[in-house]
């Protein structure tokens, strides 16, 4: 019995093992392979078409317009617009200058410039307008000497203008 399983074995094993032979291909019978093939239409329509891709912006698009730029004399970051809640008179000349210096990231420059910067933290819904900032909070910033800008989530956020109580419930 043992003898019939490998004799069974060894004559399916070498049918197994190796690939049927076939008659060698002429580059001739290659090419008019290729020609017929679905996949050789595509790959020379794609060798045809050689589109490049553009993307296309509007003239006065740029980062630095759409932010507010914060600096030090040697350093600088960008906040967007509205972001900037308040600045006294004698810190005026630290927002919206050109961006010269070394960019910082926001937290690097925060953390620099804690003398004269101070953040308010809103919510989602005062950055969108739905809520109003607390009236507290802006009698107080009048009475700062820093510049207040306000973050969410530790982040610079803009801030839309509060939407009147009556637009708010019409826009539900």
Do not use: C
């Given at each position: 019995m043992k003898s019939t399983i490998a004799l069974l074995l060894a004559w399916s094993g070498g049918a197994?093992?190796?690939?049927?032979?076939?008659?060698?291909?002429?580059?001739?019978?290659?090419?008019?392979r290729q020609q017929v093939s679905p996949a050789s239409s595509i790959q020379?329509?794609?060798?045809?078409?050689?589109v490049e891709a553009k993307v296309e912006r509007a003239g006065e698009q740029s980062i630095i317009q759409q932010s507010d730029i914060l600096h030090d004399g040697k350093n600088w970051t960008l906040v967007p617009k509205g972001a900037v809640l308040h600045v006294p008179a004698q810190m005026?000349?630290?927002?919206?200058?050109?961006?010269?210096?070394t960019l910082?990231?926001?937290?690097?420059?925060?953390?620099?410039?804690r003398a004269w910067i101070s953040t308010?933290?809103?919510?989602f819904e005062q950055a969108a307008g739905k809520k109003p900032l607390n009236e507290d909070h802006k009698e107080y910033w009048t009475t700062q000497t820093k510049v207040i800008v306000a973050t969410h989530?530790?982040?610079?956020i803009s801030v839309r203008p509060a939407l009147?109580?009556?637009?708010?419930?019409?826009?539900?």
């Amino acid at each position: 019995m043992k003898s019939t399983i490998a004799l069974l074995l060894a004559w399916s094993g070498g049918a197994i093992a190796a690939p049927t032979m076939s008659d060698p291909v002429t580059p001739e019978e290659m090419a008019q392979r290729q020609q017929v093939s679905p996949a050789s239409s595509i790959q020379k329509a794609q060798a045809s078409t050689t589109v490049e891709a553009k993307v296309e912006r509007a003239g006065e698009q740029s980062i630095i317009q759409q932010s507010d730029i914060l600096h030090d004399g040697k350093n600088w970051t960008l906040v967007p617009k509205g972001a900037v809640l308040h600045v006294p008179a004698q810190m005026a000349p630290r927002v919206g200058a050109k961006p010269l210096g070394t960019l910082l990231s926001w937290n690097e420059f925060l953390a620099a410039n804690r003398a004269w910067i101070s953040t308010e933290e809103i919510s989602f819904e005062q950055a969108a307008g739905k809520k109003p900032l607390n009236e507290d909070h802006k009698e107080y910033w009048t009475t700062q000497t820093k510049v207040i800008v306000a973050t969410h989530q530790g982040g610079p956020i803009s801030v839309r203008p509060a939407l009147s109580e009556a637009a708010v419930t019409a826009n539900k």
